[in-house]
Nanobody
């Protein structure tokens, strides 16, 4: 399984970015997919997660109402729409996949998101 993340960048506070993760090399019907982030000096933590089927989603409290995780099963992509961005959202964002919960056993490369105040 390969995960390819894209879409990071520099944005002003209050702006928006959309991250995309292209998944390949597997059959993802039973997978969970997630976006994690890691800020300097902090541990990597989950921001949002969804089942590939879309049956359930999870959001970390600080992003609820601002971020939306979605998947396009035809294109094998998982996206993270980020609105009303804050400087504290600055981090390297990673997409991840789990074929055997609760372990996240596949990771994409990180993509930097920087929110300026």
């Amino acid at each position: 399984v390969q995960l390819q993340a894209s879409g990071g960048g520099l944005v002003q506070a209050g702006g928006s970015l959309r991250l995309s993760c292209a998944a390949s090399g597997g059959t993802f019907g039973s997978y969970a997919m997630a976006w994690f982030r890691q800020a300097p000096g902090k541990e990597k933590s989950v921001v949002a997660a969804t089942m590939w089927t879309g049956s359930s989603t999870y959001y970390e409290d600080s992003v609820k109402g601002r971020f939306t995780i979605s998947r396009d099963t035809a294109k094998n992509t998982v996206s993270l729409e980020m609105n009303s961005l804050k400087p504290e959202d600055t981090a390297v964002y990673y997409c991840a996949a789990s074929s055997k919960a609760p372990k996240w056993n596949y990771w994409g490369q990180g993509t930097q998101v920087t929110v300026s105040s």
